[in-house]
């Protein structure tokens, strides 16, 4: 028996699946703890495009919304 929920299996799957991708635009909730998880492991070079319109983002923390003030750090756009 695994100790993991259904949500932490979603979310690793759905980083997995973005491997060798360039951009993605993300969501809030799960979503976005999938896209920032793929970037720090398999995605590296994974360009992040936030339903409110931030490009590039490069939070230091994940955001609380989609008008979290860390999507701004680092953000191209």
Do not use: H, K, W
């Amino acid at each position: 028996m695994n100790d993991y929920t259904p949500s932490e299996l979603m979310i690793t799957s759905s980083a997995r699946a973005l491997a060798g991708e360039r951009v993605v635009f993300v969501g809030v909730g799960q979503p976005n703890i999938a896209c920032n998880l793929a970037r720090r492991t398999v995605a590296p070079d994974l360009e992040l495009v936030y339903e409110s319109g931030v490009f590039g983002a490069r939070p230091a923390r994940l955001p609380l919304s989609i008008g979290d003030p860390t999507l701004v750090s680092g953000a191209t756009l």
